[in-house]
């Protein structure tokens, strides 16, 4: 590998999780790929204590830099790193994950394919005993397996392992900031990238592992934010359609609801009641924004 390497730039935005973003840095700075070859840009989303102390050991071992912003949620400032890059291709994590060693490398074989494409990579799951972050990442699989089955034809991926070629990225404007306080930003933009003709392909060798523990309170809140940003996601998929707000059929909630007893040995009932929970929150919250809209 030398020079013929693509450049990347890394975006990570952060919100007051100071250690996450430590176990961040330290998976990037064992990154299999040249150190001139990505750069690597936090976005501090208004935190209220420094990050300096906290990027300061890393700086020798990469190329890194702090941009610092009032609170405008991960939208705002995915888009405020993207536009300080420097890198033909944007590589998307997050503040709680650790991609994989070879993490650029897989991507860079993949963009050489296909350069103009959207590239997500898979999640696994790096909390081990937490059932409420099971039951999420029991969901992203789900959501993976519907939306990605024909891997070069995919249609949704989250941002915490994502990349896109720079230019691209830009054209379309990138996220959606009025995503703030609900989740939701990720299925917008995907599907605003393939609605400007681009195409996105599912990359299961590019990984990324997502330590996110959640408690119950957490885990209902986090799937409450979901549903708001399915309501936006649908009715902005709307606008750019036929004017009508639609859902998946029946069977695709179904198949959720019974996906976990379909794939796991041990405490298959308690992820698939949690499964359940999931989506009484996820409608609430569907359902909670919509009449918010109509106020």
């Known amino acids: 590998m030398g020079e013929d390497q693509p450049f990347f730039s890394i975006v990570i935005p952060t919100y007051r999780r100071p250690r996450q973003l430590a176990v961040c840095l330290q998976a990037l700075g064992q990154l299999d790929y040249p150190r001139d070859r990505f750069e690597v840009i936090v976005v501090d989303d208004g935190s209220e204590i420094s990050l300096d102390s906290i990027l300061a050991p890393f700086k020798d071992a990469l190329a890194i830099s702090l941009l610092r912003q009032p609170r405008q949620g991960p939208s705002g400032a995915r888009n405020a ?4 890059a420097k890198g033909e291709f944007l590589a998307f994590t997050a503040d709680d994950c650790a991609p994989a060693a070879d993490w650029l490398r897989t991507l860079a074989v993949r963009f050489a394919v296909r350069p103009g494409c ?5 999640i696994v799951n790096a909390v081990q005993g937490n059932s409420f972050s099971a039951a999420s990442h029991l969901l992203i699989m789900y959501l993976y397996g519907y939306y990605n089955a024909l891997p070069e034809a995919a249609r949704f991926f989250t941002p915490n392992n ?4 720079a230019g691209r990225f830009r054209s379309v404007g990138g996220f959606d900031v009025s995503f703030v306080n609900a989740t939701g930003e990720d299925r917008e933009f995907c ?4 609605h400007s003709g681009y195409a ?3 990359a299961p060798e590019v990984v990324v592992a997502h330590g996110h523990p959640l408690t119950f309170h957490s885990f209902c809140r986090q799937h409450f934010g979901y549903g708001r940003g399915t309501f936006r996601h649908r009715l902005l998929q709307a606008q750019r359609g036929n004017g009508r707000i639609s859902l998946e059929p ?10 976990p007893l379909t794939i796991l040995q041990e405490k298959k009932n ?4 949690l499964i359940g929970v999931s989506q009484v929150a996820n409608a609430l919250g569907f359902f909670w924004e919509s009449t918010a809209r109509r106020r």
């Open 81 to 84: 790193g993207a536009a300080q």
């Open 191 to 194: 599907d605003r990238w393939l």
């Open 118 to 122: 959207a590239i997500g990579g898979k």
């Open 250 to 259: 029946a069977r695709f909630y179904g198949d959720l609801l019974r996906y």
């Open 162 to 165: 994502l990349a896109v070629p």
């Open 200 to 202: 996105m392909t599912y």
């Open 270 to 273: 308690r992820l698939a009641m």
